[in-house]
């Protein structure tokens, strides 16, 4: 038997103590009823490292996410800490821990849980099924390429001046990401850019084009316009399987595709490195919604998107197919009872609490688990 | 009396003639009706321009253009000339007249008839009232600024340019084209960029910010980063009045905001350049529709949007309030009644025909002015 795999757990500030809370149980359940064990460590991040360290991400924590199999983040920012100065903002944490991991892929899956698809502002009939993975490229493109900047012009204007910058090998790169994950989903990706009117995009689409011919050829590829991919996840979002794309078309992309579910607080997200000759894959796991301080400590939070986000993480870091199902099933069954916490409480169903919802989930995975 | 407002008809391709010549009926009504008799003249555009002089659009044209107080435009575009070459696109015709008059802002709104409520694939009970403008700078930005390109390096790989620039009077200028547009409807200005990441961005915040306090303060200015418009837009899009944003953001937003509507076929544009010396604004109107060869002179056509387009010349090139407006109640009685052509066609409404609907906006434009 092979060593437990290494898990680093980041719950962060606000909310994520709490919802990282009921994944710890999660864990716990595994280990107890299918023998699955982790070498788990805890550390600080955000408010929470700012408060102890003074600073919102020590070496000694990014040292462990390097050492680890994968990291299990939960969320930072704190109002404690807006004015502490750009460079000690919590944000800082996740921003370093992609840089220092080399994690150039995010991945948002956009799905809807049948028994929430009337949260959608989206015709039930339009979304329900819903189930888009957008891989969005998160190093590169125009937020990071230089010449940048705003200069002053001799006439006393200004001019503002940004790069959009992509290489043959940061695309391929992020591409086999898609191709791969398509491999594991419904086999097809549709490759976004504006090659009309942006040489990035052309490059962009030839890269995309010969890599598939070269090396998945067994995947279908599609190419799309951002601005009618755009108006295809209005119109019919079931269309699409897997989505790859650059940085900004990604962002506006990603967030629309979230939107489309109607519960943002029930959406993971992962964000993956390349795989080394170790044969290890950094890859940092979190839901998308924030620390929500408004709400912390009161029960009030809905720990659904931590939880997805683990078997997230056991599905694509440790290949635990069957275990991340479970959770998945496990955590649409409990929906379909009709528990919601507050974020996702409408009419005629029965609000619970942090805790409760967390059982709930654990209780139907023994059920499920027994029942197989 | 002033000398007839002159007027530069191009139907261009595929169902552009049968439509405009719908909007020729409604001028002739206008003349007989109301007493307002335009000075128009009727040219070659696109591939009808092809056919003739070999070129998508003549010298002529477009100093006729120039010449006149607005122009109103069908659509170019026919599978005929597919191949005839990159310059000789009949798609040329639009680029080309943009660039001649200096047409840099474009006009978007995204309207959703109460009666067409229902063709949207978001909720009725989200889009019913819906009536979004959105002004897209079209001449500067990603799609225009250099260095662009794709260059070779030294290890065989390839690298994709684009460059974002953006200058103060780039951004006033389309700034001041939403604000004045604001005036004239709900008074609000959401400006949008992504200003934590970019530059350009940044900057065109920082211009928008003090152009509002120097000349526009009575109007409601608020920002957006792009990523969150593009979630607020389906989250809830009648929050919005005025849009306004750069090339490549307005790119994607406004495409999302039609299919917000659910009928592509109802949608008018304008594009706007810089008011003379001689206070002519350059003006070009346009449905959004493409040319359709696939239905042509089958009297399939939806006239609507080309006549919705004239009624957009009549408000902001000529600003006659009461004749746009009367055009644009006309159309929606119309459509109050349940006449339908058959791209707007649903259960138990009445299908008609191009020449059809064209009537039968007549005639309600009869019953309403009488009745004034
Ligand atoms: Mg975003
Ligand atoms: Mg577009």
């Given at each position: 038997?092979?060593?437990?795999?290494?898990?680093?757990?980041?719950?962060?500030?606000?909310?994520?103590?709490?919802?990282?809370?009921?994944?710890?149980?999660?864990?716990?359940?595994?280990?107890?009823?299918?023998?699955?064990r982790?070498?788990?460590?805890?550390?600080?991040?955000g408010?929470?490292?700012?408060?102890?360290?003074?600073?919102?991400?020590?070496?000694?924590?990014?040292?462990?996410?390097?050492?680890?199999?994968?990291?299990l983040?939960?969320?930072?920012?704190?109002?404690?800490?807006?004015?502490a100065?750009?460079?000690?903002?919590?944000?800082?944490?996740?921003?370093?821990?992609?840089?220092?991991?080399?994690?150039?892929?995010?991945?948002?899956?956009?799905?809807?849980?049948?028994?929430?698809?009337?949260?959608?502002?989206?015709?039930?009939?339009?979304?329900?099924?819903l189930?888009?993975?957008?891989?969005?490229?998160?190093?590169?493109?125009?937020?990071?390429?230089?010449?940048?900047?705003?200069?002053?012009?001799?006439?006393?204007?200004?001019?503002?001046?940004n790069?959009?910058?992509?290489?043959?090998?940061?695309?391929?790169r992020?591409?086999?990401?898609?191709?791969?994950?398509?491999?594991?989903?419904?086999?097809?990706?549709?490759?976004?850019?504006?090659?009309?009117?942006?040489e990035?995009?052309?490059?962009?689409?030839?890269v995309?084009?010969?890599?598939?011919?070269?090396?998945?050829?067994?995947?279908?590829?599609?190419?799309?316009?951002?601005?009618?991919?755009?108006?295809?996840?209005?119109?019919?979002?079931?269309?699409?399987?897997?989505?790859?794309?650059?940085?900004?078309?990604?962002?506006?992309?990603?967030?629309?595709?979230?939107?489309?579910?109607?519960?943002?607080?029930?959406?993971p997200?992962?964000?993956?490195?390349?795989?080394?000759?170790?044969?290890?894959?950094?890859?940092?796991?979190?839901?998308?919604?924030?620390?929500?301080?408004?709400?912390?400590?009161?029960?009030?939070?809905?720990?659904l998107?931590?939880?997805?986000?683990?078997?997230?993480?056991?599905?694509?870091?440790?290949?635990?197919?069957?275990?991340?199902?479970?959770?998945?099933t496990?955590?649409?069954?409990?929906?379909d009872?009709?528990?919601r916490?507050?974020?996702?409480?409408?009419?005629?169903?029965?609000?619970?609490?942090?805790?409760?919802?967390g059982s709930?989930?654990?209780?139907?995975?023994?059920?499920?688990?027994?029942?197989?």
């Amino acid at each position: 038997m092979s060593a437990p795999k290494k898990l680093l757990v980041l719950p962060g500030d606000g909310i994520g103590p709490e919802i990282m809370h009921e994944v710890r149980r999660i864990m716990d359940w595994m280990a107890q009823a299918r023998g699955i064990r982790f070498d788990v460590s805890e550390d600080l991040v955000g408010g929470a490292s700012l408060a102890v360290h003074g600073q919102p991400i020590t070496q000694e924590v990014i040292d462990a996410a390097r050492a680890a199999d994968a990291v299990l983040f939960g969320s930072v920012g704190d109002p404690k800490w807006a004015s502490a100065g750009f460079d000690r903002r919590p944000e800082i944490a996740i921003l370093k821990l992609r840089q220092e991991l080399g994690l150039f892929a995010n991945l948002r899956p956009a799905k809807v849980f049948d028994s929430l698809a009337d949260a959608s502002t989206l015709k039930p009939e339009v979304v329900r099924g819903l189930d888009i993975m957008i891989v969005r490229e998160t190093v590169g493109g125009i937020y990071f390429g230089t010449p940048r900047g705003i200069e002053t012009l001799p006439d006393g204007s200004r001019r503002g001046i940004n790069t959009e910058v992509y290489t043959t090998a940061e695309i391929e790169r992020v591409a086999r990401v898609a191709f791969d994950l398509a491999r594991k989903r419904d086999n097809r990706v549709c490759s976004v850019e504006k090659c009309n009117v942006m040489e990035s995009g052309l490059l962009w689409k030839e890269v995309v084009t010969a890599l598939h011919a070269r090396e998945y050829a067994d995947v279908e590829l599609t190419h799309m316009l951002a601005d009618n991919c755009a108006m295809q996840m209005v119109r019919n979002p079931r269309q699409f399987d897997v989505i790859v794309t650059g940085n900004l078309f990604g962002d506006l992309l990603s967030d629309l595709a979230s939107m489309l579910t109607g519960s943002l607080g029930m959406l993971p997200s992962a964000t993956l490195g390349a795989r080394g000759e170790d044969g290890r894959l950094p890859a940092l796991y979190e839901p998308i919604h924030g620390s929500a301080p408004d709400i912390a400590g009161q029960g009030k939070a809905n720990p659904l998107a931590q939880i997805l986000s683990f078997a997230m993480l056991l599905r694509y870091s440790f290949d635990m197919q069957d275990e991340a199902a479970l959770i998945e099933t496990a955590v649409s069954n409990v929906l379909d009872k009709g528990l919601r916490t507050p974020d996702i409480m409408s009419a005629g169903r029965t609000e619970v609490n942090t805790d409760g919802m967390g059982s709930a989930v654990l209780a139907e995975l023994e059920r499920l688990n027994a029942a197989a």
